[in-house]
């Protein structure tokens, strides 16, 4: 979420940080690369018979314990994303915490979530019950199970990864449209939350519905906190607001020998 009054320091992600998370990727993508070629060599062969041994990686069972529990939990950290960008805009948490602590790591939980969302989406191609291929996890709505709910999980995903970026760009695009920008943050967990509530296996467990509704409402309870102070601080900004020249003119006037 935007803030009013974002920390004053430039940059509010240090460089050096945003080096190492890229070469983190190009190394976790390059170890992706050397283990696809691995696997066809008769090395690669006796390494999957050997973990397959000691994580039973063949039976249907492990990929969707492992893309529901990531499921989950990339859920629960863009929650938590979500109610601490609307606490850094409201202010809410800043007799607690530092502002530029807060936002930092509103940014920090953003990139987690979406690199468990990353793991969630992964698994789907190595399921074995119902395999995705690449274009129905990126492509909306042609997904064989539940497309439309699962489509709107995709495009939720790609909205939240756009808010994310822009925290890089706000000295480039600006404060006004970093801001518009990260109201979409809202449109984003919105379609995750319905994503997850429709197109989950496990959300008839009473759990998940619990999980589900609890944190919708705290969602619910932060938002509304927000714009009753954003339509405070704009009926405040009004009455501070000088009056203009043409409403002076409009001012009766009262004469110098009045009585009043």
Not at 73 to 81: G, M, Q, R
């Amino acid at each position: 979420m935007s803030t009013e009054q974002l920390p004053k320091h430039e940059p509010s992600f240090p460089y050096w940080r945003a080096i190492l998370s890229a070469l983190a990727t190009l190394f976790i993508l390059g170890f992706i690369i050397v283990v696809a070629l691995l696997i066809p060599t008769p090395a690669g062969q006796t390494l999957t018979k050997t973990l397959n041994w000691l994580f039973a990686l063949d039976s249907v069972q492990i990929w969707w314990y492992v893309t529901r529990s990531s499921g989950i939990i990339a859920y629960l950290l863009l929650w938590f994303s979500t109610v601490l960008g609307l606490a850094v805009t409201s202010k809410f948490l800043d007799n607690l915490l530092h502002r530029v602590f807060t936002y930092d790591f509103h940014q920090y939980i953003s990139w987690l979530a979406i690199a468990f969302t990353v793991v969630h989406v992964a698994v789907l191609m190595l399921d074995r019950f119902l395999p995705y291929s690449v274009w129905q996890v990126l492509i909306p709505f042609i997904s064989p199970y539940r497309p439309f709910w699962i489509g709107i999980g995709v495009l939720a995903f790609y909205i939240t990864l756009l808010v994310t970026v822009t925290f890089y760009l706000r000295n480039r695009i600006g404060s006004r449209a970093f801001r518009t920008i990260h109201i979409l943050s809202l449109i984003g967990y919105l379609g995750v939350t319905l994503h997850g509530y429709y197109g989950g296996t496990d959300t008839p467990l009473p759990a998940m519905k619990l999980l589900y509704d609890s944190t919708a409402l705290v969602v619910i309870f932060f938002t509304i906190y927000w714009l009753v102070l954003l339509a405070l601080r704009k009926a405040e900004a009004r009455h501070k607001r000088p009056m203009t020249a043409q409403a002076a003119q409009k001012r009766p006037r009262i004469p110098l020998d009045s009585n009043w």
